[in-house]
């Protein structure tokens, strides 16, 4: 970690230097370390430092580190996390539900449900597009298509097995198609496939809503509707379920602690968690980054993780990437 | 002229005496994170993301713009003087870079370096603040089927160039195609070669074959050779500037590399690494000394660190007009667009046009600074070869594996680096070239994805490929480029023989 310690003193220099040193009076001394299993500028990676933020600035911890162990959707920092935390007071991780689709699909011998969730945080809608000068003008239309030809329909959007993935996988069984012969091409991200969209190139595409929003807004791209379950507040496009489509999917994030992590050590977290979830800074943040609040305590999250796990392997199981 | 009117609004925002500090300290961060190996400007703009947090956004943004480009910078330095380039895009600075430094000639390789990045990211700052708008619309229409094609052409021009026949240049592509088909699947989630060991669930990283085969290897060779016939690498021959000639045989270069670059930069999958090497074969192709190639020519300095520059200016393209991030940094940098509620994207333009053009012209500022920040510094850095050999080549052995580790602590990334130095000795040995090794592992996956997305979308008819006219002719091209030297060598056989 010797490249976090350099930097740590680099960034205190140069906090320093802006006059801006991050240092607050804190009411707790718990001194936290978030793994975000994923890279520097990652969903993962910006959830884990804006809650390492809005912990120490709402004085619920003393100190909080980020580290980032990237690799293979997740998978490789939850097997690290599973390892090191074990019963651990002051250790936390933040995860969401691409990690789920990882660890079934990659055969990970880990998964969520070791781990003890804590609290979900946000929840993303994801959003189902067309070009604009498409002439797929509404989700029926969509539907008819797909129902008339499920493979020439090509699909854009993230990596496979994720909740992009899943949804498209959701929509093609909608409409009466075999979700195993789904033509869906795989991007690493909401930014290469935009540029697929955007070229043409694609029938339908499906992202964070956030990610496109620009283009939806400037009328490049049609917004057929979101995936969350209900109207939000500055986006048009309809949820699918106003829409008669009985689907629901939310790219959600939460915070997890070690397996085994119990009593008042977990009371500790909880409370730390929830205090710093109800403060106004990290409504701030929300709202600044364009996240759903989409906040659920422990108990709700532990059910929570369990039916989403089932419900991610039957989908993934019917289009061939888990068995 | 909106344009510069809008440009010059953008100047008198980035000349503030605060925001000259920002791109001050910005430049100074970018540069040590350059040349300091396992810490990127990504991970550096990451952690200082919250620290900016309360500064206004024009500050912070050109703060960022400012450590991007000292990253790529300072990134130069360690793989001209230590042969151990840090990060993918100064594979090919290492190559002359590295033998000019031991043949005495560190200084100007610095400098031309320094120089030629100055010159290029001036010239493709002007690009992005008249083009991008314009550039975006044809860079979006690049399908899968017209990277395919520019990969091909990177393929052949790579393994044709580097080493003594073609051949050789073949079998060490090949080799890191291999190394590039580990990990998981992009399109199918699936793991492929990885032998059940979680470390290559993601690949093999870029830099870790990069500093294994240059650095490491290179160590090895050296020690192997010490006792026989010990190859003393020569402080500083001549002046540690650049000579009259030198300037002559850069100034092309450098402008060609930002022709390359620049454009290449803005497609949304173009990246850094494809322009070096394409301006590294067009070099030695167009030099007067063809010979001197391998032994230290300025030209494959001066192309490929430009290209390196404009193509970070060119992923600013898809960045500020799509809101489409192309590299870490750029990923991180649109994090701290939106921290401020800014959305880039089509409407930037328009709705923050203050701050587009206040970053573009600290652009131009932050590399004003670079330069002279950096030429002075190149008196001290050639010091450095005045270390003894055995000496300097311990110290490479440990500060490339720390940076290797740094980057990414595992034992399985330790013992892949040192794998990757036993085989870069041997490649030595036996004189194959290393730098296609590397391409293969960069560029392999890009291919693969790119040939199977578009096979996906013409439901598996390989006629895509040559039905969209610009993909057919960059596939045109890497086939001529593949055939002709044996055709012309065949022809020139056949004449003899009837002589």
Redesign the interface.
Known sequence: ???YF???I??AV??G??G?G?LQASSQDLELTIMAPA????GW??AS?SM??AMMASGNAKSVQVI?V????G??GL?QFIGSAKGSSNQLFVAGITLVG?SI???SPVDLTEVTPIARLTGDPLVIVVPKDSPIKSMDDLLATIKKDV??T?WVGG???GADHILAALVTKAAGADPSKI?Y????GG??S???M??G??TAGVSGY??W???I??G?LRALAISYPEPIEGIEAKPLKAQGLDIELVNWRGVFAGPGVEGADLDALKSAVEKTVKSAEWQAIL????WTDYYAPSDEFKAFIGSETERVKTILTSIG?AN | MDTFSFLIDGFALAIQPANLIYAAIGVLIGTAVGVLPGIGPALTVALLLPVTFKLDPGGSIIMFAGIYYGGMYGGSTTAILLNAPGESASVVTALEGNKMARAGRGGPALATAAIGSFVAALVATAGLAVLAPYLVKIAVKFGPWDYFGLMLIAFVTVSATFGSSPLRGLTSLAFGLWLGLMGIDQLTGQARLTFGVPGLLDGVEVTTLAVGLFAIGEAFFVASRHLYKPEKPIPVKGSIWMTREDWKRSWKPWLRGTVIGFPIGALPAGGAEIPTFLSYTIERKLSSKPEEFGRGAIEGVAGPEAANNASAAGTLVPLLTLGLPTSATAAVMLAGFQQYNIQPGPLLFTQHADLVWGLVASLFIANVMLLVLNLPLVGIWVKLLKIPLPWLYAGILVFASMGTLAANPSVTELLLLTGFGVVGFVMRRYDYPIAPAVVGLILGPLADSALRRSLQMSLGDPMILVQHPSSAIMIGIAVVALVAPFVFRGLAKFRQDED
């Open positions: 970690m010797r490249n350099k930097l740590g680099l960034a140069v906090g230097t802006l801006l991050t890279g520097a500028g990652g990676d910006s430092r390492q933020e980032n990237p690799g293979a959707g998978t490789v097997a990882a699909s990659n055969q493979a020439t090509i990596s496979a097995g033509n091409v795989a991007y690493s930014g290469e935009l540029a697929a955007l070229g190139q694609a956030g990610e929003e620009g283009q807004k400037s490049d709202k600044a980054r364009g990437l």
